[in-house]
């Protein structure tokens, strides 16, 4: 996911992405952990898109208190 994406959602919209982005992540550690994951470096690949939600919803929140 890119950022340019995330950055068009609205603040509904990123709080479902979140919620289901750590959905996933727990999923995909578990699967990690029965050695059922094909590809781990899509455990990374989730982390990072979590953090760019954060991200947006902190600059949002930031620029809202301003």
């Given at each position: 996911?890119?950022?340019?994406?995330?950055?068009e959602m609205?603040?509904?919209?990123?709080?479902?992405?979140?919620?289901?982005?750590?959905?996933?992540?727990?999923?995909?550690?578990?699967?990690?952990?029965?050695?059922?994951?094909?590809?781990?470096?899509?455990?990374?690949?989730?982390?990072?898109?979590?953090a760019r939600?954060?991200?947006?919803?902190?600059?949002?929140?930031?620029?809202?208190?301003?």
């Open positions: 996911m890119k950022a340019n994406e995330i950055r609205t603040v509904e919209e990123l709080n479902t992405k979140l919620a289901d982005l750590k959905k996933d992540l727990f999923n995909l550690r578990l699967q990690h952990a029965t050695n059922q994951l094909d590809n781990p470096m899509q455990i990374t690949a989730v982390k990072r898109d979590i939600v954060n991200t947006v919803l902190r600059e949002r929140e930031l620029a809202a208190k301003a």
